[in-house]
């Protein structure tokens, strides 16, 4: 009897110390509860001048910007790899591989801006392993071997429409269903069988659902007027983002011309948008039409002399600061009479889906001749955007975008809680029915990336590109209705992708999109700002944040790696380090804190940190 209880108090010991060690595991996309804080405690409060020691780190994992997921003792990772999508085991104590499992070749996304692999950060319940390729490939596979489960595509089963960077959420796993965003008409939001990868419900959003606006808004519009040309129609649409325009002519001499102007409400001055373009050989560096005209909605035409050899007129545009964007082109040929200059001369309205007759009636074909990029409309005092992926969806309907899910509990009723292309949205647990919609959070252009907040009844969303950020307060109605009703709205943080944290009251995150940004402190429930990173230079950078044991963990686009203590009152920083090796891509990959370790990854290479106190 004796041995037998012996026995006993040993595997109570046993399992205690098991769950002891996997307490501060990182199991899915920001940490166990999707609020980007780890339970990890007994962490250095401060590091050391060259930052905390690597424990090791492992090569040649592959693109993509996934983080990686920590549970039982492995590291889940996924990655773009000899032109397959793969999705890697790793051993938590040195990083040597323990299983690699392609799922499909590689998918080919057009914009180069995170083109190197999947973001999608894995999902793990213990025994089974949930990630979500760029293409829309959605995969269970086995967590021992990494044997495929079952497989499907959102898109193909779904009616899904690949957004414009691709899918980048991370499944969401609640009791037995895989939560995650087709973006399609007849499917948002849809519910998997975890174990099978059978449709348990699809939900759509109601045709008579209406946007919660703030008291005294209005939804009038008024035309936009260009300044500066007769032809104000020329200029209210753009193709951007493109990587060049190319055409085929005679050869010849010709006189190019380059039509322009500022339309969109998230740039606010100069230096906001600028990249340099080069016109059969002649180039034009650092262009900002901000800068140039002085403001919005003001036209430029730039005039570049040009000749052709090889029978085809070709622009190269390369970013530096936002994406590049242009309203028209036209070539004109010289060396002959004005008639025939003017009938032989190429004018493309950019963006345009119609042609266009200007006031000499000259008539400009619709878009035609860009090598990727999206185009825009302004139609009043709004701008939707489409894109050759699948477009935007910003004001076009509902759309996936790149946040990813949330699970609340309201008033005794479960709900998913996802920041979509056009709206923060809400949908019934049980049968995926239609509950709630914000629209202030979501940019007009559906870049919307930042995983939404619950806390106390309150739902907290933010984007960059002009939108800033909401907090709405749920209610129930008498008949069981839900209502989400306007807190605030700010613009004082417009998060891109880096997450935010709401920690005693006060929420962190940089605020800032393509142009760059800062790391800013709001109170949660008024959005004062408590304090604003924009104001110091040393500190004006744009990043992404976790938090564990009281402290911040914050990396910046460059790849430097911050200790933050979360006050108020003031920045206050305790410590960073640069990694060795850094990649050339922006650091998009979010931190990753656990068992007493930082895990930072720069695509092909993971990096561990031990930032245990000794």
């Not at 979360?566 to 990694?579: A, L, M, S, V």
């Amino acid at each position: 009897m004796k041995i037998r209880e012996t026995l006993v108090a040993v595997a109570v010991v046993l399992v205690i110390l098991v769950c002891t060690s996997l307490a501060a595991d990182w199991p899915q996309w920001q940490g166990p509860n999707r609020d980007g804080k780890s339970p990890d405690t007994g962490l250095l409060k401060q590091w050391p001048e060259n930052g905390p020691t690597l424990a090791w780190r492992i090569d040649n994992l592959g693109g993509g910007d996934s983080a990686p997921a920590i549970a039982g003792g492995r590291i889940f990772i996924m990655s773009n790899r000899d032109d397959e999508e793969v999705v890697w085991a790793l051993s938590e104590k040195d990083g040597s591989e323990i299983w690699v499992t392609p799922l499909g070749p590689a998918f080919r996304q057009g914009p180069s801006q995170a083109k190197e692999g999947p973001g999608c950060t894995p999902t793990t319940d213990g025994e089974r392993l949930y990630v979500e390729g760029l293409g829309g490939n959605v995969a269970c596979l086995q967590v021992e071997d990494g044997k495929i489960i079952w497989q499907i595509s959102i898109t193909e089963e779904f009616g899904g429409r690949v957004p414009m960077w691709s899918y980048r959420e991370s499944p969401l796993i609640d009791g037995d269903k895989v939560i995650c965003t087709p973006g399609s008409d007849e499917a948002v939001l849809v519910a998997l069988n975890k174990l099978t990868g059978e449709t348990i419900w699809k939900a759509r959003m109601s045709s008579d659902s209406e946007a919660v606006s703030a008291p005294g808004s209005s939804s009038s519009t008024s035309a936009t007027t260009i300044t500066g040309t007769k032809d104000s129609g020329l200029f209210t649409s753009e193709h951007f983002s493109m990587r060049a325009f190319s055409c085929k002519v005679p050869n010849g001499k010709y006189l190019a011309k380059l039509y322009f102007a500022e339309t969109y409400e998230g740039i606010t001055g100069p230096g906001q948008r600028v990249f340099s373009y080069n016109v059969q050989g002649h180039e034009i560096k650092d262009f900002d039409v901000w800068a140039k005209t002085g403001g919005r909605n003001r036209a430029y035409i730039e005039t570049v002399p040009v000749e052709v050899t090889n029978q085809e007129f070709r622009i190269v545009f390369t970013p530096k600061v936002e994406n590049p964007a242009i309203k028209a082109i036209e070539i004109i040929p010289q060396g002959t009479t004005d008639a025939e200059s003017s009938s032989g001369a190429i004018r493309i309205n950019a963006g345009s889906s119609e042609t266009f007759k200007d006031s000499l009636g000259q008539v400009w074909q619709a878009d035609t001749g860009f090598d990727g990029g999206m185009t825009s409309q302004i139609s009043g005092s709004s701008q939707n955007y489409n894109g050759s992926q699948g477009g935007f969806g910003g004001s076009g309907g509902p759309r996936a975008a790149y946040s990813s899910p949330i699970a609340i509990d309201f008033e005794g009723q479960r709900q998913y809680v996802q920041l979509i292309s056009n709206a923060l949205v809400g949908f019934a647990v049980s049968d995926g029915k239609f509950l709630w919609r914000y629209d202030k959070p979501a940019n007009r252009m559906g870049l919307n990336c930042t995983t939404p907040l619950f806390h106390e009844g309150m739902v907290f969303a933010s984007s960059a590109y002009g939108a800033g950020a909401g907090l709405v307060k749920l209610s129930k109605d008498a008949d069981g209705s839900i209502k989400a009703e306007e807190v605030y709205a700010t613009t004082d943080m417009q998060n891109h992708h880096g997450g935010m944290i709401l920690h005693d009251g006060y929420l962190y995150g940089a605020t800032g999109g393509n142009e760059g940004g800062a790391l800013v402190c709001l109170d949660f429930k008024t959005g004062k700002v408590m304090w604003d990173q924009r104001q110091s230079a040393g500190r004006r950078a744009k990043g992404s944040l976790a938090m564990a044991d009281g402290r911040l963990y914050y990396r910046m686009e460059s790849g430097t790696m911050l200790l933050i203590e979360p006050d108020p009152t003031k920045y206050i920083e305790r410590g960073r380090f640069e990694q060795p090796d850094r990649r050339r891509p922006p650091a998009w990959a979010h931190p990753v804190i656990a068992n007493g370790k930082l895990y930072v990854r720069d695509q092909d290479i993971l990096f561990c940190y031990d930032v245990k106190a000794k």
